[in-house]
């Protein structure tokens, strides 16, 4: 048997480890604290009391995003204007205090057995005379006081307040205004990849207020969808976004759906009709915009909007022509198909593979052909020769005229026909151009004053700068 001083001794040991124990885990009560303060991490710790958040929420100033919303679509001679407006909005959140306490069961349970140890060993300690047991009752009764300490400090009297904030969501902190100057427009077609769709800039219109959805950007909403045609708007201002839908206008304009049929790049064919694919340029370095050749109630892109684009501009039929011709020489079997889609629309031949064969094709219409005038003999004063009609390719693109106080806006399409108007007076002047004179086919009021009431009006360009007739400057805007 051990002597009482044996067990004591062992008892002392025992109580030792248990302090060195006792430390260790007080440090990782102290790290639970840290965490929870500095770091959100308060599982180390047990929840004591939830606080109760604010009624009213706060305004982060500093987490902000923006609401958008699209006013007045409005019929432009070029497509269509929009106001798009924005809200700035702030990150809201409520604020209370959590109370939180230590809930390591293993530190209580060595403070007791601490508590117990020292305990033991000062008991005998006194019963002691000598030396010895006074040295036992000091050390038996700093443990149990330890123990004792510790454990009312962790566990009965120390908790930990918390500052907790929830986050909600965003509410307004501003009121809608028309975009600034940084804020941007922009239109969104599917694209080869559905995930990063097409994003074709909207230019500022005249008015500053409202952006211009373009007649391709028009027209490619009509083909997109021809039952239910809607455009896909994005309002851009700092990091925010937001997209937003608007109707596209029906019946459509012509010049819309023409303007869309230029912007076509290609056409891939495939076994199946079905299969076909119709690529679109809607924008410079993005990727193609994409349809199918037939609509899902079988019939094709083309046959449906025929009525329309068989009265587009020659230029834009031909672009489609050359661009069908091109497919038929790579793949001659394609040429029934779109012979019998394209036909009436581009009033000519397509390319034929075999020239013998006989294809089934419908009748082209008859599309007004120029009347040829034979030019008189006389023997009477020789008359003075009509200039020659100017078939160069127009200048196209936006200009900013100006002369003397006037400034006029001149557009001039791809099929050469121009509209000219004066800023903040009335009157317009239209024909068509050539790639060095207009003529003017109507004009009147202050247009046709800008114009000198000329019939024909000649251009020459250099660089983006256009000169009427020498004299007037119009520097190109788009």
């Not at 038996?140 to 009312?152: E, F, K, N, R, V």
């Not at 005038?373 to 006389?378: A, L, P, V």
Request: hydrophobic fraction near 35%.
């Amino acid at each position: 048997m051990h002597s009482p001083l044996t067990k004591t001794m062992n008892a002392l040991c025992l109580g030792s480890l248990l302090s060195f124990q006792a430390g260790c885990l007080t440090l990782d009560a102290r790290q639970s604290k840290n965490d929870c303060l500095n770091f959100q991490e308060c599982s180390g710790l047990n929840l004591r009391k939830a606080g109760e958040l604010s009624e009213n929420p706060l305004k982060d100033e500093k987490d902000e995003s923006y609401l958008f919303e699209v006013l007045s679509p409005r019929e432009a001679q070029d497509g269509i204007t929009v106001i798009i407006q924005s809200q700035r909005q702030c990150r809201s959140f409520r604020e209370t205090t959590d109370l939180y306490r230590h809930n390591n069961p293993a530190l209580f349970w060595t403070n007791v057995a601490l508590l117990g140890a020292g305990g033991g060993a000062a008991g005998f300690g006194a019963t002691q005379g000598d030396s010895t047991g006074t040295i036992l009752l000091a050390a038996g009764g700093a443990l149990a006081a330890y123990g004792i300490i510790d454990t009312s400090i962790h566990f009965f009297s120390k908790t930990l307040s918390k500052n907790r904030v929830e986050k909600g969501p965003y509410i307004a902190c501003g009121e809608f205004a028309p975009l600034p100057d940084t804020g941007r427009v922009s239109s969104l077609f599917t694209s080869l990849n559905p995930q990063a769709p097409i994003r074709v800039s909207a230019p500022k219109a005249e008015e500053k207020s409202r952006f211009l959805l373009e007649p391709f950007v028009m027209g490619f909403s009509i083909l997109e969808n021809p039952q239910q045609p809607e455009l896909t708007i994005r309002g851009h201002q700092n990091k925010s976004h937001q997209d937003m839908k608007i109707p596209t206008p029906t019946p459509p304009k012509r010049i819309w759906l023409c303007e869309a049929m230029n912007r076509i790049s290609a056409i891939q064919v495939a076994e199946e009709p079905a299969d076909w694919k119709i690529y679109f340029e809607l924008e410079i370095n993005q990727a193609p915009a994409s349809l199918p050749w037939i609509y899902p109630d079988g019939q094709s892109i083309f046959s449906a909007h025929e009525d329309v684009l068989k009265l587009c501009p020659a230029n834009d039929r031909n672009h489609l022509a050359d661009i069908a011709n091109s497919v038929i020489k790579d793949e001659p079997s394609s040429y029934p198909i779109f012979a019998d889609a394209l036909d009436e629309i581009i009033g000519k031949d397509l390319y034929r593979p075999d020239p013998k064969a006989l294809y089934s094709t419908r009748k082209r219409p008859n599309l007004p052909q120029p009347k040829v005038t034979t030019k008189k003999k006389t023997t009477k004063k020789r008359q003075k020769a009509k200039p020659k009609a100017d078939s160069g390719k127009a200048p196209f693109g936006r200009y900013r005229c100006r002369k003397r106080a006037r400034i006029a806006n001149l557009y001039i399409q791809r099929d050469g026909s121009f509209s000219l108007d004066v800023e903040l007076e009335r009157g317009y002047a239209m024909g068509t151009c050539g790639s060095k004179r207009c003529e003017v086919k109507n004009s009147s009021g202050s247009a046709s004053a800008f114009i000198n009431s000329a019939s024909v009006i000649y251009i020459s360009k250099v660089g983006r700068t256009l000169f009427i007739n020498n004299k007037t400057q119009c520097d190109k805007i788009k």
